[in-house]
């Protein structure tokens, strides 16, 4: 193999917990990295606002700094590692590293979910890299699978867990048989959600990387504000154990599916049949399950977040980048958003849904909801009533596959009954 | 992105399963290949010894043939597909068609498992592709995965079930609570197993495939001949209820492992915790799961077999080397054993282990098989004895974790007493 360079430099802007990994690995496996590449890959510059984390970490003082535009301007740097995360200023840092030549590896899915299409433009331009394994799924390989390994498919849906904060507050529900409110503070207890958790809970984490994968899988871009998205908090451990009497387990699902109106996108909390492989997927774990037309069904499994794993997506990008770089070849795939496919509206989307409302317990009751829901088109494959907890019934209702938009309005017409006193939830059911 | 290729001209040889797999999606997905390569790929000609195969399939007469030689000495072709399969004469024709200078994609396990270095050797000298991604797992992502995802890990172990035949069968044995022989027979009425089922139930295909597996993920060449293999003939419904009463299902685990002393590299049934991922992997679906230093635990899952799965597989290679040909690339990634790490005895391998044996029901008879497994350091995690059934008793042992060789010494001795008629069965067990 030929070698043009005998060294790859890289720059990193960010050193918090992704950051302090990617350290971590491309010291402790310096040698192991110059046997697969052929080449020196040297962390030559590092930057962070605050200079006390580079000297936690043990960076040498000619290595750190304070500034990212050091990284970005420095002319001997080849690959700029971008951990800063959120829209500003990363994607300045990124977009002039691009155009200064630079190759950029990027964790950022907030950025390339919103952004991805002028900062594939600007890589293209300059004839460089931008890999973003790292941000989707943390160290679970399923960009590059998807852009290459399946590449002799047409993907028909894929289906994530991709949050893993989420992942565990349901799973602790559901194990534990505690509150949103108790696994929430759990998962803050153990680090795995933020003070501030609307990012997770809400399903935004979700949705940027699933209009990621949607965008890779379809080869038609998908911006996070496509996204259908709705969150865990109203999940309660009686809809979790209502599921389970049917079969079901409730994920936070993001799901994509070509569909002939166009790509439905959607993040919200799934019921899921306990034998689908998604269904086991517990704890702080992810999941990517994807059905192409040659391959069947796949799914790429581990852990979603965590500094090592998410470094390990990172470092894997930058190797690629530097095996390329090695021998001098150009760069090989870019961006693969070929076609313009239209999003569907959310409300042509056709699920089962669950639905469970507290009514007054009187005669008629069954029948006026039936009547409400027979009126907007949506037909009912079962329906459990409960005993009265604290004054009032409950009905728990599984609808056959509906429209969105006549379950929406189906809801509408039953909240107004007088027999009704709450919808108390509503989850969609997959598969 | 310049186009030094307008054409990339594929020949095929062997149009049995997988080879009818790819001509289908060749033909179905040309377009889209166009679109993801910047060149067309087509199709230019197909061998099978069995002329008719090419008619069944519909293939013009200008691409059908019945000698391989027609395909390897076209000097028009730029990659040869070999789906012979086994070791003669794939590997006359593998070589033949490298030596020529041409790219080659195979899905031949029993080649690449014990000619692999001769074989890259060979692209290395031709300075062209040779990629197997097929060769494993079918249609699922994992050599690729390893080879460029996680390149950033060091690879702790890899458990794999990589066999759809014989996971079927364990399946069934299961779920049905039949004989091996019974579920044997299914798997051969549904066409899961050949007439002559021994390649899959005495464990050799999963062999071939964790010996590439394992030489991937250490950057060591492993042999099929250098696996430890045990099928799964042994197998019993009790074994399998015996398992599951201790929380773990019976799976043909295909294992490989870096430890201090070398590779330890081993196929046969194994007990395997019941909320290990891998333990709800059912019927024909294979997985492989990797634990790397960074990454930690991840999984791959999907269709192990099958027409179109695999020609997934093989298309994705294709589509691959095409990209880098479309360019003018040399090639990136050739033979990834750096190393020559040993591979340990078999004997030298720790794990628990299970055994079931039938024993003259009388005092002291537990004393006396108890004293033989502690004069060789076997120390018992726990024991159950169950009613004697057609005469004598059973006791079932798991022990603690033991060295293969003292465990090994154990069952001689025990096999010796008088008061056992019969060692039943013996299964490792793993996590």
């Known amino acids: 193999m030929r070698t043009v360079k005998s060294e790859i430099r890289v720059g990193l802007i960010g050193l918090g917990t992704v950051g302090s990994g990617v350290v971590e690995i491309l010291s402790k496996h310096q040698e192991d990295f110059r046997t697969k590449t052929g080449v ?19 960076l040498p ?19 700029v590692i971008e951990l800063v995360g959120g829209i500003n200023p990363a ?3 990124v977009l002039r590293a691009l155009k200064s030549g630079k190759n950029v590896v990027t964790a950022n899915k907030a950025l390339m979910a919103t952004h991805g299409k002028e900062i594939m433009e600007e890589a293209e331009a300059a004839g460089v890299d931008i890999a973003f394994e790292a941000s989707v799924g943390g160290g679970i390989p399923i960009i590059h699978p998807l852009k290459e390994s399946l590449a002799a498919n047409e993907i028909e849906k894929v289906i994530g867990i991709v949050n893993g904060t989420t992942n565990f507050i349901l799973s602790e529900m559901a194990e534990q048989g505690i509150l949103f409110e108790e696994a929430l503070a759990e998962a803050q207890r153990r680090g795995y959600a933020e003070a501030d958790p609307t990012a997770d809970v809400d399903g935004l984490d979700a949705a940027a990387k699933i209009a990621i994968l949607a965008s890779i899988a379809f080869n038609s871009r998908t911006t996070s504000d496509r996204v259908f998205t709705e969150g865990i908090r109203k999940i309660t451990p009686s809809d979790i154990a209502y599921a389970r009497d049917m079969g079901y387990a409730i994920k936070l699902l993001a799901i994509a ?9 959607r993040v919200h909390p799934t019921m899921i049949p306990l034998a689908h492989p998604l269904a086991s997927v517990n704890g702080v774990y992810n999941a990517i399950y994807v059905v192409g037309d040659s391959v069947g069904d796949v799914m790429f499994y581990g852990q979603g977040a965590g500094s090592l794993p998410a470094a390990s997506a990172v470092v894997g990008d930058v190797i690629d980048v530097a095996r390329r770089l090695a021998v001098g070849n150009p760069r090989l795939i870019g961006c693969t958003c070929f076609f313009d496919i239209p999003i569907r509206d959310h409300l042509e989307t056709r699920t089962k849904h669950y639905v469970r409302m507290r009514i007054i317990d009187k005669p008629g009751v069954l029948a006026q909801i039936a009547k409400t829901f027979g009126d907007n088109e949506v037909s009912i494959e079962s329906v ?8 009032g019934a409950e009905l728990v209702f599984v609808t056959h596959v509906v429209k969105e938009k006549n379950l929406q309005k189906a809801l509408s017409g039953i909240e107004r009954l007088e027999v009704v006193n709450e919808i108390a939830n509503h989850v969609r059911v997959e598969g």
């Open 40 to 58: 020196d890959v040297v962390l030559a510059k590092a930057a962070d606002r605050d200079e006390s984390r580079a000297q936690a970490l043990g």
């Open 91 to 93: 994607k300045d840092f």
């Open 61 to 79: 003082a000619e290595i750190a700094c304070g500034d990212a535009s050091l990284v970005i301007d420095d002319p001997d740097i080849d690959i």
């Open 257 to 265: 599916a070509r569909t002939a109106e166009g790509i439905d996108v």
């Open 384 to 391: 459990i009533q409960k005993e009265p907890s604290e004054g």
